[in-house]
């Protein structure tokens, strides 16, 4: 299907593909040209469509961005094309359009020529749309002919039938590129466009704040000069009049800058947390990952609220300061100059308090947490009356601790400007009773003083909130820099796809692994080698503690060996890269170490694939359940499939956990499966059907078992 032939001439064919994202990324500043273009995604798979995507979220990933598919049902596309960019369009035909932006009916699209276009987003949306309309056509038509339907009304009619009828009718439309959360924070930030609400928060505050210090004066002068008549007030009102569209202005900004960062934070947190060493997660414990995550939320609430009222607060007192430079009196200059030293030293001093409560606050979850893991332990082992003695000491302490941090909090907010009120007025006394001057001037020190009070109180509340925001940032920083943890892409030329096995190549090679655990003087694996090919099947059994799940997840890249040589297909895992070699190798861990997600079963079934599913997707699990015996399951859930599962969800057995963990592995895709004890709760019965279901699907096999 080929649209129309004015799309056909500038859009980019698939071998461009890669260059086409490329393109789109330069455009938007996010990208630099020369990497990743000659990676084009190829076709020659299983499943293409799945091999497309992959092929091209690696391209993406070269280029330091990142690629959403997306889908929209019928009727939603002209809403989807108006808020897509910055996106690459899949048009029938595999052809591909990057959009730039949108302008009103029209996007702006980057050509194959590059060269930058204005298209009607209704061309678009046609184009888009005409495999769908083209099915329907004839009958419509027909329909449209029998009622006599004449004229304009007639392509109304005909819009109007097909958005009936194709209304459950799902499109994927192409792919969302942004800049991936490895770039810089600078390149997100553009991308969440919050810089320039920043300058508009902060213009529009300035403005308001100089509009208001001038109604004032205005006023002032009327009163000093003796003659305040109607005009003079008429002034007055007006500049207090527009104040109001400036003071909306800036609450708005302030509005979409709260919920644009904190957005671009919560992305990249969450990017961080799943990048997250699984060492360094067994080595923090539960409850201080969780004491951590709370902080985030922490974060999101006090960082972009205080960073807006520290900014208002700053612009307010460099102002201030400005009125009183311009008064003859250097006094009350001098004495506010060193009174914000003294706000220093506040800040400083709630800084620290501010730390010793957070990590107190941190202990404190992590004890509780770990009591009510732990819960039957200390139920067993310990008397009655020691059973909470741990909770109630650490809660003594959270006790005295916040009471200190409320004290220094309050310095920030209570002192800090009302002191500078009283040190400032204090200033002026002395000019006061000597009058000498005359009364402008001295209303000028006045006035800058009341400025002064007001940016104080803005700084104070900003700054508790700000040092709140970095104390939460600090126990944060670990999801942080993960998110910015480099991954290892592997090669460009490098396919993504089925490897080059064959009955002379195994699918794994491993050659002399060695691998010791941190803090361990002792290597686990000592010299592991071994060979998998295509449709082996391996039953790898040794005694408890001897190091088959090390093995395994050395196999399947989440843990790098110290020594020796593992290769997939014959490349190593630099020339494959990490998505690919995960892509090649599936692992289902432990039990202990696995888990049902709270959503639906066929999402956690689905996890190795692109979500939302195809109908195609869900048919190949519903089949797989039901090969696992997990048919009467899928019968007694009201949802079937889709039933809600996980903590809060439908709470599967032992077993039933164990197949859809087995099922979600084969679902991937991946040329090895590898099964670390996991049929251990399963009947004989449903373990011969599972392991026959197993010897069917899985390509190649290793089974890890106890002796
Ligand atoms: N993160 C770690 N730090 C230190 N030692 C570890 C770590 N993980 C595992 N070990 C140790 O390494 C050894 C091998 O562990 P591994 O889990 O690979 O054994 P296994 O053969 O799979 O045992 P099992 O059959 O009981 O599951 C064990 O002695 C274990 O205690």
Same mark, same amino acid.
């Given at each position: 299907?080929?649209?129309?032939?004015?799309?056909?001439?500038?859009?980019?064919?698939?071998? !461009?593909?890669?260059?086409?994202?490329?393109?789109?990324?330069?455009?938007?500043?996010?990208?630099?040209?020369?990497?990743?273009?000659?990676?084009?995604?190829?076709?020659?798979?299983?499943?293409?469509?799945?091999?497309?995507?992959?092929?091209?979220?690696?391209?993406?990933?070269?280029?330091?961005?990142?690629?959403?598919?997306?889908?929209?049902?019928?009727?939603?596309?002209?809403?989807?094309?108006?808020? &897509?960019?910055?996106?690459?369009?899949?048009?029938?035909?595999?052809?591909?359009?990057?959009?730039?932006?949108?302008?009103?009916?029209?996007?702006?699209?980057? &050509?194959?020529?590059?060269?930058?276009?204005?298209?009607?987003?209704?061309?678009?949306?046609? +184009?888009? &749309?005409?495999?769908?309309?083209?099915?329907?056509?004839?009958?419509?038509?027909?329909?449209?002919?029998?009622?006599?339907?004449?004229?304009? !009304?007639?392509?109304?009619?005909?819009?109007?039938?097909?958005?009936?009828?194709?209304?459950?009718?799902?499109?994927?439309?192409?792919?969302?590129?942004?800049?991936?959360?490895?770039?810089?924070?600078?390149?997100?930030?553009?991308?969440?466009?919050?810089?320039?609400?920043?300058?508009?928060?902060?213009?529009?505050?300035?403005?308001?704040?100089?509009?208001?210090?001038?109604?004032?004066?205005?006023?002032?002068?009327?009163?000093?000069?003796?003659?305040?008549?109607?005009?003079?007030?008429?002034?007055?009102?007006?500049?207090?009049?527009?104040?109001?569209?400036?003071?909306?202005?800036?609450?708005?900004?302030?509005?979409?800058?709260?919920?644009?960062?904190?957005?671009?934070?919560?992305?990249?947190?969450?990017?961080?947390?799943? !990048?997250?060493?699984?060492?360094?997660?067994?080595?923090?414990?539960?409850?201080?990952?969780?004491?951590?995550?709370? #902080?985030? #939320?922490?974060?999101?609430?006090?960082?972009?609220?205080?960073?807006?009222?520290?900014?208002?607060?700053?612009?307010?007192?460099?102002?201030?300061?400005?009125?009183?430079?311009?008064?003859?009196?250097?006094?009350?200059?001098?004495?506010?100059?060193?009174?914000?030293?003294?706000?220093?030293?506040?800040?400083?001093?709630?800084?620290?308090?501010?730390?010793? *409560?957070?990590?107190?606050?941190?202990?404190?979850?992590?004890?509780?947490? #770990?009591?009510?893991?732990?819960?039957?332990?200390?139920?067993?082992?310990?008397?009655?009356?020691?059973?909470?003695?741990?909770?109630?000491?650490?809660?003594?302490?959270?006790?005295?601790?916040?009471?200190?941090?409320?004290? +220094?909090?309050?310095?920030?907010?209570?002192?800090?400007?009302?002191?500078?009120? $009283?040190?400032?007025?204090?200033?002026?006394?002395?000019?006061?009773?000597?009058?000498?001057?005359?009364?402008?001037?001295?209303?000028?020190?006045?006035?800058?003083?009341?400025?002064?009070?007001?940016?104080?109180?803005?700084?104070?509340?900003?700054?508790?909130?700000?040092?709140?925001?970095?104390?939460?940032?600090?126990?944060?920083?670990?999801? *942080?820099?993960?998110?910015?943890?480099?991954?290892?892409?592997?090669?460009?030329?490098?396919?993504?796809?089925?490897?080059?096995?064959?009955?002379?190549?195994?699918?794994?090679?491993?050659?002399?692994?060695?691998?010791?655990?941190?803090?361990?003087?002792?290597?686990?694996?000592?010299?592991?080698?071994?060979?998998?090919?295509?449709?082996?099947?391996?039953?790898? #059994?040794?005694?408890?503690?001897?190091?088959?799940?090390?093995?395994?997840?050395?196999?399947?890249?989440?843990?790098?060996?110290?020594?020796?040589?593992?290769?997939?297909?014959?490349?190593? !895992?630099?020339?494959?890269?990490?998505?690919?070699?995960?892509?090649?190798?599936?692992?289902?861990?432990?039990?202990?170490?696995?888990? %049902?997600?709270?959503?639906?079963?066929?999402?956690?079934?689905?996890?190795?694939?692109?979500?939302?599913?195809?109908?195609?997707?869900?048919?190949?699990?519903?089949? $797989? &359940?039901?090969?696992?015996?997990?048919?009467?399951?899928?019968?007694?859930?009201?949802?079937? %499939?889709?039933?809600?599962?996980?903590?809060?969800?439908?709470?599967?057995?032992?077993?039933?956990?164990?197949?859809?963990?087995?099922?979600?592995?084969?679902?991937?895709?991946?040329?090895?499966?590898?099964?670390?004890?996991?049929?251990?709760?399963?009947?004989?019965?449903?373990?011969?059907?599972?392991?026959?279901?197993?010897?069917?699907?899985?390509?190649?096999?290793?089974?890890?078992?106890?002796?």
């Amino acid at each position: 299907m080929i649209p129309s032939p004015e799309l056909e001439k500038l859009a980019w064919p698939i071998d !461009r593909l890669g260059e086409a994202v490329a393109a789109l990324g330069h455009a938007r500043g996010w990208a630099d040209p020369a990497h990743g273009v000659q990676v084009a995604p190829h076709l020659g798979s299983d499943d293409p469509e799945a091999a497309l995507a992959f092929e091209l979220s690696r391209t993406a990933a070269h280029l330091g961005l990142e690629t959403e598919a997306v889908e929209t049902g019928y009727a939603g596309i002209r809403a989807f094309l108006a808020r &897509c960019a910055p996106a690459v369009l899949r048009l029938p035909g595999n052809l591909f359009l990057p959009v730039l932006a949108r302008r009103g009916k029209t996007l702006h699209v980057l &050509c194959a020529d590059l060269q930058r276009r204005r298209l009607p987003l209704e061309t678009v949306r046609e +184009a888009l &749309c005409r495999a769908l309309d083209d099915e329907l056509a004839a009958d419509i038509d027909a329909l449209i002919s029998t009622a006599r339907v004449q004229g304009i !009304r007639r392509a109304r009619a005909r819009a109007a039938l097909l958005e009936e009828l194709l209304a459950d009718h799902r499109i994927r439309v192409g792919w969302l590129v942004r800049p991936a959360c490895t770039a810089s924070l600078g390149r997100q930030a553009s991308d969440y466009r919050v810089r320039g609400l920043l300058s508009t928060l902060f213009a529009a505050h300035t403005l308001a704040f100089l509009l208001w210090l001038g109604a004032w004066w205005l006023l002032g002068q009327g009163v000093f000069s003796g003659h305040l008549d109607i005009g003079w007030l008429q002034a007055w009102a007006l500049l207090l009049l527009t104040l109001l569209p400036l003071r909306l202005l800036a609450s708005g900004a302030a509005g979409w800058f709260a919920v644009r960062a904190g957005a671009l934070l919560k992305r990249r947190l969450l990017a961080g947390a799943l !990048r997250l060493d699984p060492e360094e997660i067994r080595h923090l414990g539960v409850g201080r990952l969780l004491g951590r995550t709370l #902080e985030t #939320e922490a974060l999101e609430q006090t960082a972009v609220a205080g960073g807006s009222l520290g900014l208002t607060g700053l612009v307010e007192l460099v102002l201030a300061f400005g009125i009183l430079g311009l008064a003859q009196d250097s006094r009350p200059l001098l004495v506010l100059a060193a009174w914000s030293l003294a706000g220093v030293g506040f800040a400083a001093y709630y800084l620290r308090h501010q730390r010793n *409560w957070t990590e107190t606050r941190l202990a404190l979850t992590d004890i509780l947490v #770990e009591g009510m893991v732990g819960h039957r332990t200390r139920a067993v082992q310990e008397s009655r009356e020691r059973w909470n003695s741990r909770e109630d000491h650490a809660l003594t302490r959270y006790y005295q601790v916040s009471q200190a941090r409320d004290r +220094a909090a309050l310095n920030l907010r209570a002192l800090l400007p009302r002191g500078g009120l $009283l040190v400032g007025i204090a200033s002026l006394v002395s000019a006061f009773i000597a009058g000498g001057d005359g009364a402008v001037p001295l209303a000028l020190s006045l006035g800058g003083v009341l400025a002064a009070y007001l940016a104080f109180r803005h700084l104070g509340e900003g700054l508790e909130q700000i040092l709140g925001a970095w104390v939460a940032f600090e126990q944060i920083r670990p999801f *942080w820099r993960a998110a910015a943890r480099p991954e290892i892409l592997g090669h460009p030329g490098v396919s993504g796809n089925k490897t080059t096995s064959g009955p002379e190549r195994p699918i794994i090679e491993a050659h002399n692994l060695i691998y010791r655990h941190a803090g361990q003087s002792d290597p686990v694996l000592c010299g592991a080698s071994l060979h998998i090919g295509a449709d082996d099947r391996v039953l790898l #059994e040794g005694s408890s503690g001897s190091g088959k799940s090390t093995l395994a997840s050395l196999l399947s890249g989440q843990r790098l060996p110290e020594a020796g040589l593992c290769l997939i297909g014959g490349l190593d !895992r630099a020339s494959l890269g990490e998505r690919t070699w995960r892509r090649h190798i599936a692992l289902v861990p432990q039990f202990h170490e696995n888990h %049902i997600l709270m959503g639906s079963l066929a999402f956690n079934l689905l996890l190795g694939r692109g979500w939302p599913p195809a109908q195609k997707d869900i048919d190949e699990a519903d089949a $797989l &359940c039901r090969a696992l015996g997990l048919g009467p399951l899928l019968e007694r859930m009201p949802g079937g %499939i889709f039933q809600m599962v996980g903590e809060t969800g439908w709470q599967l057995s032992h077993g039933e956990r164990e197949r859809i963990y087995i099922a979600r592995a084969l679902l991937q895709g991946a040329e090895v499966v590898i099964l670390d004890e996991s049929v251990s709760s399963l009947d004989p019965q449903t373990l011969r059907n599972t392991m026959a279901s197993l010897w069917e699907r899985a390509p190649a096999l290793v089974l890890i078992i106890h002796v």
